[in-house]
C-alpha cells in the first residue's frame, strides 16, 4: 500500500505538514456563526481557509477587512454571531478601549478571540478576566484557527469521535469492498477493539455475504428514516459479527431505487462516530454528491486500483479533486490489488 503524496501543494494553501497533523486529533465545528474582522492579509487568509476545512463544514464563517472600529461600526446595527475574531494590531491600552466599547453592542453569549501583536501576559491576563474566550498572537496559522474554535464550542470532557476510514475502488471490481471487509476484522481481532463497517452499496453490498449474515434491519433503515438516527437506534440496526465487529449491513436488493441527497449518510456517519472507536465505510464506486460527501468528510481514504490504464486513470482524477476537496489532510492511501495475474496485460 502507497502512501501518495501530492507533487505540488494545492493553489493558495501553504499548509504544512505540522498543521495537518495537528488538526487529525480536531473533531467537526458544531453548526454556528463566526464573523472575523482582520487588518492584515496575513490574518485573513489562514481565517478564510479554516473556513474552507472539512472540519468546518457546518459552521458559516465570514470575514471583513478592519479590526476593531469595523466591528463596533457594523454592529451597531447587526446583531452579533456565535463567535466573534478580531485582529487588532492597536497598543495593550488602545485595544482594551476598544473592546469596551464594542461590548455595548454585542450579546453577552458571543463569544470573542482576539489575535494581536503584542506578546503580553499582563494584557493576556487583562482581556480574560474581561470575557475574552482566548488571546492568540499574530502570525497565526490556519490550524491555529480551527483548533481555537474547537477548544471553545466542543467539550473537553465529551466522548472523542471514533475515526472513519473510507475504502473506494477507482473502478468496480478491483476489491475494495474484500479490503475493506479484512482491515475491519483484521483490527477488530489484532487490537481488540470495537469496529464497525457501514456497507454504503445499498443495492449490491457484499458485506453481508463476506460475513455470513442475513440481518433483517440494516443502513437502510437509518438512511430512510434519519429522524430516527440516534445511539439507541443505531445499536438495534447492528449486525454483530465477531467478538469486536459489527455489520451495517446493505439489503441489497433492488425492489427500490437509491438516490440520495448528498447529506444522506451524514447523520448516520456522524453518530457511528460517536459510538465506536473505528468506522470502516465501504463506498461504492460511483460518484455522486452523497458519495463524494462521504469521502470528503472520512478521516482517512483508501483507493483500491488494479494495474491497467482504466484504474490509473480513474485513480489520478480521485486523487486530483480530493486534493481540491481536502487541502488540509493527508492524501489517500493507494492499494494497487491483482498485480501479477498471469496472462493479464498491466
Given at each position: 500500500?502507497?502512501?501518495l503524496?501530492y507533487?505540488?501543494?494545492?493553489?493558495g494553501?501553504?499548509?504544512?505538514?505540522?498543521d495537518i497533523?495537528?488538526m487529525?486529533?480536531?473533531?467537526?465545528?458544531?453548526r454556528?456563526?463566526?464573523?472575523?474582522?482582520?487588518e492584515?492579509e496575513?490574518?485573513?487568509?489562514?481565517v478564510?481557509?479554516?473556513?474552507?476545512?472539512?472540519?468546518?463544514t457546518?459552521?458559516?464563517?465570514?470575514?471583513?477587512?478592519?479590526?476593531v472600529p469595523t466591528?463596533?461600526?457594523?454592529y451597531?446595527?447587526a446583531?452579533t454571531p456565535n463567535?466573534i475574531?478580531?485582529?487588532?494590531?492597536?497598543?495593550?491600552k488602545q485595544?482594551?478601549e476598544?473592546l469596551?466599547?464594542?461590548s455595548?453592542?454585542?450579546?453577552?453569549?458571543?463569544k470573542?478571540?482576539?489575535?494581536?501583536?503584542?506578546?503580553d501576559?499582563g494584557?493576556?491576563?487583562?482581556l480574560?478576566?474581561?470575557?475574552?474566550?482566548?488571546?492568540?498572537?499574530?502570525?497565526?496559522?490556519?490550524?491555529?484557527i480551527?483548533?481555537?474554535v474547537?477548544?471553545?464550542?466542543?467539550d473537553?470532557?465529551?466522548?472523542?469521535?471514533?475515526?472513519s476510514?473510507?475504502?473506494?475502488?477507482?473502478?468496480?471490481g478491483?476489491?475494495?469492498?474484500t479490503?475493506?471487509?479484512?482491515?475491519?476484522?483484521?483490527m477488530?481481532?489484532l487490537?481488540?477493539?470495537?469496529v464497525?463497517?457501514?456497507?454504503l452499496?445499498?443495492a449490491?453490498g457484499?458485506?453481508?455475504?463476506n460475513f455470513?449474515?442475513?440481518?433483517?434491519?440494516?443502513?437502510?433503515?437509518?438512511?430512510?428514516?434519519p429522524?430516527r438516527i440516534?445511539?439507541?437506534?443505531?445499536?438495534r440496526?447492528?449486525?454483530?459479527?465477531?467478538?469486536?465487529l459489527?455489520?451495517?449491513?446493505?439489503p441489497?436488493?433492488?425492489?427500490?431505487?437509491?438516490?440520495?441527497d448528498?447529506e444522506a449518510f451524514?447523520?448516520?456517519?456522524?453518530t457511528a462516530?460517536?459510538?465506536?472507536?473505528?468506522?470502516?465505510?465501504?463506498?461504492?464506486?460511483?460518484?455522486?454528491?452523497?458519495?463524494k460527501n462521504?469521502?470528503?468528510?472520512a478521516?482517512?481514504?483508501v483507493?483500491?486500483?488494479?494495474p491497467?490504464?482504466?484504474?490509473?486513470?480513474?485513480t489520478?482524477?480521485?486523487v486530483?479533486m480530493?486534493?481540491r476537496?481536502?487541502?488540509?489532510?493527508?492524501?489517500p492511501?493507494?492499494?494497487i490489488?491483482q498485480?501479477g495475474?498471469p496472462?493479464r496485460?498491466?
Amino acid at each position: 500500500m502507497n502512501n501518495l503524496a501530492y507533487d505540488t501543494p494545492v493553489d493558495g494553501s501553504d499548509t504544512s505538514q505540522q498543521d495537518i497533523a495537528a488538526m487529525q486529533a480536531l473533531r467537526p465545528i458544531p453548526r454556528i456563526s463566526i464573523q472575523a474582522f482582520c487588518e492584515t492579509e496575513g490574518v485573513a487568509n489562514p481565517v478564510e481557509r479554516a473556513g474552507e476545512d472539512r472540519r468546518m463544514t457546518k459552521a458559516h464563517l465570514k470575514v471583513h477587512m478592519g479590526g476593531v472600529p469595523t466591528a463596533i461600526e457594523f454592529y451597531q446595527s447587526a446583531p452579533t454571531p456565535n463567535l466573534i475574531l478580531l485582529e487588532s494590531r492597536s497598543e495593550p491600552k488602545q485595544l482594551l478601549e476598544q473592546l469596551a466599547q464594542l461590548s455595548e453592542y454585542c450579546d453577552p453569549t458571543s463569544k470573542v478571540v482576539v489575535i494581536g501583536h503584542y506578546n503580553d501576559v499582563g494584557l493576556y491576563r487583562e482581556l480574560i478576566r474581561n470575557g475574552i474566550s482566548e488571546y492568540v498572537i499574530a502570525p497565526v496559522s490556519m490550524a491555529d484557527i480551527v483548533s481555537v474554535v474547537s477548544s471553545i464550542f466542543i467539550d473537553p470532557e465529551a466522548e472523542p469521535l471514533g475515526r472513519s476510514i473510507a475504502f473506494v475502488g477507482a473502478k468496480g471490481g478491483v476489491g475494495s469492498s474484500t479490503i475493506a471487509h479484512n482491515v475491519a476484522w483484521a483490527m477488530s481481532s489484532l487490537f481488540k477493539s470495537e469496529v464497525v463497517v457501514a456497507d454504503l452499496d445499498l443495492a449490491f453490498g457484499t458485506a453481508n455475504i463476506n460475513f455470513d449474515q442475513d440481518p433483517a434491519q440494516g443502513i437502510a433503515e437509518a438512511v430512510f428514516s434519519p429522524e430516527r438516527i440516534d445511539e439507541v437506534y443505531l445499536d438495534r440496526l447492528l449486525t454483530q459479527c465477531a467478538e469486536h465487529l459489527s455489520l451495517l449491513a446493505a439489503p441489497s436488493t433492488l425492489e427500490r431505487v437509491y438516490d440520495f441527497d448528498p447529506e444522506a449518510f451524514a447523520q448516520l456517519i456522524d453518530t457511528a462516530q460517536r459510538s465506536v472507536p473505528l468506522l470502516v465505510l465501504d463506498v461504492p464506486h460511483a460518484w455522486t454528491g452523497w458519495t463524494k460527501n462521504t469521502l470528503v468528510k472520512a478521516d482517512e481514504i483508501v483507493i483500491t486500483a488494479t494495474p491497467e490504464l482504466a484504474n490509473l486513470r480513474n485513480t489520478k482524477n480521485l486523487v486530483d479533486m480530493l486534493k481540491r476537496l481536502r487541502p488540509n489532510d493527508p492524501p489517500p492511501k493507494l492499494i494497487i490489488n491483482q498485480a501479477g495475474v498471469p496472462k493479464r496485460p498491466e
